[in-house]
């Protein structure tokens, strides 16, 4: 069974941090990739940032320079790290999983439930 649950969501003034969590169990792909998407109310989900098995890593233009997403070690934990934020960036994040290729195509096979991140001004 694939897992992916996500933590580290919460309120924040502009300009504030946080630092959201991803853990992963049941994925089975050699060379995966992973990624946080998210999605506010009357707007399309958006790719935010994917890191494949090599640590590649891809952002959105919104985000890079703002955003860091890694992995643990033991690779079983995705990270997204948010520094100074924007009101823009409210918004439920999502982890996502899939193929290596997932990265290149944007499309992924498993998803968690959401981590709700509000940024007030």
């Known amino acids: 069974q694939v897992q992916l649950q996500e933590s580290g969501g919460g309120s924040v003034q502009s300009g504030g941090s946080l630092r959201l969590s991803c853990a992963a169990s049941?994925?089975?792909?050699?060379?995966?990739?992973m990624g946080w998407f998210r999605q506010a109310p009357g707007k399309e989900r958006e790719g935010v940032a994917y890191i494949d098995s090599d640590g590649t890593t891809k952002y959105a233009s919104t985000v890079k320079g703002r955003f860091t997403i890694s992995q643990e070690n033991a690779k079983n934990t995705l990270y997204l790290q948010m520094n100074s934020l924007k009101p823009e960036d409210t918004a439920m994040y999502y982890c996502?999983?899939?193929?290596?290729?997932?990265?290149?195509?944007?499309?992924?096979?498993?998803w968690g439930q959401g981590t709700q991140v509000t940024v007030s001004s």
């Open positions: 049941g994925i089975h792909y050699s060379r995966n990739c």
């Open positions: 996502a999983a899939g193929p290596f290729y997932s990265c290149s195509n944007g499309r992924f096979d498993y």
